[in-house]
């Protein structure tokens, strides 16, 4: 069991990526917080996955653009389970316009919850961590991150500021037993992409030279890494999970 008694924090985690890493976490003895919105369905979630498993799963509603929800998170995940040994800053929207009709409230709205919502979370968690001497954050980036695409000028942004934030946030930590990373996951198969037609799905699988889209547990797996002391020299990292998306046309 990599994740043995372990308390870990899923914010987003009602769906999708969130979801898998909950559950991949659970089958690996972690007890776990789903954090998501009210009316995700988080609470039926936690209550289905409770009980399959030795550890224990629970669900908060948070929205991850208030900064009183999110510190009372960790305090009451403090105060149930003791510590909060792994956080997966994981909650985010997509969204897609031409930068040209981009509205003020439609590109605040996803800063404030693709990249601001990920700074409220980290900081609540480096503040607990720091008081444990250990932990480990990992943030939910994207190759689009690190790439730009017509219609993403928001999220694009934002998913920018988390790659180059998480290496500040890691240089901060790096001597007070904390690790922060980030994941740059490709084109992943959750309710994010259910907008998106069959022909724009095609396109999309033909930019990852593994030729698919890849699944929520295939990001699940590289958190459950980041989150584990198997990632106790890795830290600062962007670690991309992409089939080839970044590397390079095939
Ligand atoms: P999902 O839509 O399946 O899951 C996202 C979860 O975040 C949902 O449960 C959603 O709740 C929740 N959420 C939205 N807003 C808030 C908020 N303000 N506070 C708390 N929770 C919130 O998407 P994915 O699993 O695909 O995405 C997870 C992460 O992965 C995101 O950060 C996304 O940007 C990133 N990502 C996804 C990719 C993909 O192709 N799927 C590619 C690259 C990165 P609700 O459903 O109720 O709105």
Do not use: W
């Amino acid at each position: 069991m990599r994740m043995q008694d372990k308390s870990v924090i899923v914010t987003g985690g009602a769906s999708g990526i969130g979801l898998a890493s909950v559950e991949r976490c659970l089958q690996e003895g972690a007890n776990v917080v789903i954090a998501d919105l009210e009316n995700s369905g988080g609470q039926a979630r936690a209550t289905e996955l409770n009980g399959k498993h030795q550890g224990r799963c629970v669900f908060q509603a948070v929205d991850v653009t208030d900064t009183a929800q999110v510190d009372r998170l960790f305090a009451d995940t403090v105060a149930e389970l003791g510590s909060v040994d792994a956080v997966f800053n994981n909650a985010g929207i997509g969204g897609t316009c031409a930068a040209d009709e981009l509205e003020d409230d439609e590109y605040l709205r996803i800063i404030d919850i693709n990249l601001n919502g990920v700074f409220r979370v980290a900081r609540a968690a480096l503040q607990v961590m720091y008081r444990q001497g250990s932990g480990s954050i990992v943030n939910c980036a994207s190759i689009l991150g690190v790439f730009g695409q017509t219609g993403t000028a928001a999220y694009t942004a934002a998913k920018g500021g988390v790659v180059n934030m998480t290496r500040t946030l890691a240089i901060e930590a790096a001597k007070k037993g904390v690790r922060v990373n980030a994941i740059g996951p490709g084109y992943i198969d959750t309710p994010l992409l259910a907008a998106l037609d069959q022909e724009l799905l095609d396109g999309l699988i033909s930019l990852h030279p593994i030729g698919r889209l890849g699944r929520a547990e295939e990001i699940a797996n590289a958190f459950l890494f980041l989150a584990s002391d198997e990632a106790s020299f890795v830290t600062g990292a962007h670690l991309l999970v992409d089939g080839g998306f970044t590397a390079g046309k095939s």
